[in-house]
């Protein structure tokens, strides 16, 4: 068996958001990342897989292809292997307990898919994204989340509107606020993280009163900020340590 014509459309048009809500599919490349997802509640849709890609799953579920064919399809520098198309699952509810993370228009796939891998490293299980976020379906994201993805509940919605009801503390990552060295952080808290370029909008600053941030201890003080991801690290570190 080898690619069809209409096997690589497919493929190639989930690059896009549209095209992934209307197939309801996304792609995941890699032994690691694919066997993640095979070991988890997302459901399968075919397999793409070199002949010495081995797995328990049915050979009727896989599509035995060339190295080059792999290469054709990929987008990674050294196709590992395999890709594999999965389900877009159903949104799960929120359950707003714990510590949740918010994410206030993230546009870079590199950053989401490592702020979904730090959820997963500290016990973080529900992430919310405002609907400009980049799709947490994206090729780039899944790679970058190395399997995480299937670990942490991921829902989209009006972050403003959610955060003018709810009734959890909320914190905001602004450079302007409280040094988190120093504040007490609650063990049931939503964290706000914002945009590369603008960090929190101001409509959500509007809303939050609480403002927290990492201090900086170089000499110069030149640095403009620390990366999103980066400082998501820091924060929910803080927040895990102090309980």
Sequence with gaps: ???????????????????????????????????????????????????????????????????????????????????????????????????????????????????IRLCDWFGVTELICSKDTVDCYNAKVVQASMGSLTRVSIKYLDLESFLAATRISTFIADMNGENVYQAKLPKEAILIMGNEANGVSETIKKLVKNKISIPRFGNTQETESLNVATATAILLSEFKRSF
């Design 1 to 115: 068996m080898s690619l069809s014509k209409n096997q690589l459309k497919v493929i190639t048009s989930l690059s896009q958001k549209k095209y992934r809500q209307k197939h309801q599919l996304f792609m995941a490349e890699g032994v690691k990342v694919v066997n993640e997802f095979l070991n988890s509640p997302f459901e399968v849709d075919t397999l793409f897989a070199i002949d010495d890609f081995k797995t328990s799953l049915s050979e009727d579920s896989i599509v035995r292809i060339s190295v080059k064919e792999l290469q054709k399809i990929s987008n990674l520098k050294s196709p590992n292997k395999v890709l594999g198309l999965f389900k877009i699952p159903n949104e799960k509810p929120l359950h707003n307990k714990g510590l949740i993370i918010a994410l206030d228009a993230i546009n870079d796939p590199g950053n989401l898919g490592t702020i």
